[in-house]
């Protein structure tokens, strides 16, 4: 128990599920059994993660002597990623067709959904992952990354 208390403590302020539960000295969080509020906590952590899907944003910039058939085989190996590993969610990619001119020379962009941060960290040391970055690196200029846990808008 003063372990999970611990973890709880390092989260910081606003992120702990227990910060609404009465107070620790209070005659009510008396009556309310340990076990219970480590199940109500513990729920309401995962409940959380599980509501917050994580997008894996990846843009490429190709060395201007990149072999086009070699730039095909990273688009092609990056796209079998999506059946060879399995906490892939959603995988959407494309080149880029904006008007406005600010690629800054990125021209491919991949998006990947996964469940959590737990499944982005597992496909990040997959093995398959790193064999697809053996294949990309000799004709990577730049890569430019960006995760972010979803937000939806509400209208």
């Given at each position: 128990?003063?372990?999970?208390?611990?973890?709880?403590?390092?989260?910081?302020?606003?992120?702990?599920?227990?910060?609404?539960?009465?107070?620790?000295?209070?005659?009510?969080?008396?009556?309310?059994?340990?076990?219970?509020?480590?199940?109500?906590?513990?729920?309401?952590?995962?409940?959380?993660?599980?509501?917050?899907?994580?997008?894996?944003?990846?843009?490429?910039?190709?060395?201007?002597?990149?072999?086009?058939?070699?730039?095909?085989?990273?688009?092609?190996?990056?796209?079998?990623?999506?059946?060879?590993?399995?906490?892939?969610?959603?995988?959407?990619?494309?080149?880029?067709?904006?008007?406005?001119?600010?690629?800054?020379?990125?021209?491919?962009?991949?998006?990947?959904?996964?469940?959590?941060?737990?499944?982005?960290?597992?496909?990040?040391?997959?093995?398959?992952?790193?064999?697809?970055?053996?294949?990309?690196?000799?004709?990577?200029?730049?890569?430019?990354?960006?995760?972010f846990v979803v937000k939806k808008v509400k209208n």
């Amino acid at each position: 128990m003063r372990r999970q208390a611990l973890i709880l403590t390092e989260m910081g302020p606003g992120n702990n599920p227990l910060a609404k539960l009465p107070p620790a000295g209070s005659r009510l969080a008396g009556r309310m059994k340990p076990a219970i509020l480590l199940a109500l906590a513990l729920f309401t952590m995962t409940s959380i993660a599980d509501e917050s899907p994580i997008r894996h944003v990846v843009h490429f910039k190709f060395k201007p002597d990149a072999d086009p058939a070699k730039v095909q085989k990273v688009v092609d190996e990056f796209a079998a990623l999506r059946g060879k590993i399995p906490v892939i969610q959603e995988f959407e990619y494309g080149t880029n067709v904006s008007p406005e001119g600010l690629d800054k020379g990125f021209t491919h962009c991949w998006i990947l959904t996964f469940k959590n941060d737990k499944d982005r960290d597992a496909y990040l040391v997959h093995p398959d992952h790193k064999a697809f970055v053996e294949v990309l690196k000799p004709v990577l200029a730049e890569p430019l990354v960006v995760d972010f846990v979803v937000k939806k808008v509400k209208n």
